[in-house]
């Protein structure tokens, strides 16, 4: 898979991008992550990206000519299976929506900061806007890294033990059951029996009632989904 993101701030990439399985997955080359900053594709002289909106209003919008050739000029080279808008308006990003990406081959997501962007890159570029919950960051940034990271652990071959994403929470409309590990006992705090008792079909079961009930106790919603 190829991930191409377009942002102002690539620096806020470091950390997430560089570190654990993101980085994992792009040293086996299962994933092939491309940050592009706007500002390169700006032709003003002083490599403006932002101007004031028409009609007044506080805040600066990011301008149409930058994002537009900076997404041209990957899409002569690169067919995209999705042009991603980071946005609180958008889709909410579930694990469903990571499984579906997860098999694209090419995804293009762009980064929106100060008040967004011009609306006729969405009228005309975009074909997919993701939101990451209902609360406003200072920029898409941080969203797309958490859509990057839930979307590359579950490539095949990314994760070591294929069956560990199979088991993460909303995998399967579940949340996870406990987990736990040496000392068995901890200041007189105790590992429950069922999990040394070597028995793996009981362990299963207890897992599978211990996730049903933390589900119905926190995200009802999410049982007969
Ligand atoms: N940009 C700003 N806030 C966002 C959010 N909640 N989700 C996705 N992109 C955003």
Known sequence: MQIDILTLFPEMFDGPLSLSILRRAQEKELVKIRLHNIRDYSTSKHKNVDDYPFGGKAGMVMMIEPIANCIES?????????VIY?????????????????LMHNLLIICGHYKGIDER????FITMEISIGDYVLSGGELAAAALTDATVRLIPGVLNDETSALSDSFQDNLLSPPVYTRPAEFRGWKVPDILLSGNDKEIAKWRYEKSLERTSQRRPGLLGK
């Open 86 to 102: 980071m946005s609180p308006d958008g889709e909410l990003l579930t694990q469903g929506l990571a499984n579906q990406l997860s």
């Open 121 to 124: 890159i969405r009228e005309h």
């Open 74 to 82: 990957l899409q002569s080279k690169t067919s995209y299976d999705e």
